[in-house]
């Protein structure tokens, strides 16, 4: 059968840049809202009050750019 398809010949640069723009989007909005909730339930929900959830949401936010940072030499 002939076809105008040969595997592995198309230009896939924005499907990859769509892909990384979603995954980028994912990881540091699943960190805001950690962070976000963590405030919330620490100033609502607790008598710790909102300093106890303010830094508690720092300290979230810190570890989580630290930990989901990109690594030098990850690229595949």
Same mark, same amino acid.
């Given at each position: 059968m002939a076809s105008e398809y040969h +595997?592995?010949?198309m230009d896939i640069?924005?499907?990859v840049a769509t892909f990384n /723009? !979603?995954?980028g989007l994912t990881k540091w909005g699943? /960190?805001?809202l950690a962070a976000l909730l963590a405030l919330l339930v620490l100033w609502f929900c607790t008598p710790a009050g909102f300093l106890?959830? !303010?830094v508690t949401a720092? =300290? =979230?936010t810190v570890i989580g750019v630290v930990? /989901? +940072?990109e690594k030098p030499g990850s690229g595949h």
């Open positions: +595997r592995g010949e640069s924005e499907q /723009l !979603f995954n699943s /960190l805001g106890a959830g !303010f720092i =300290v =979230v930990v /989901l +940072r």
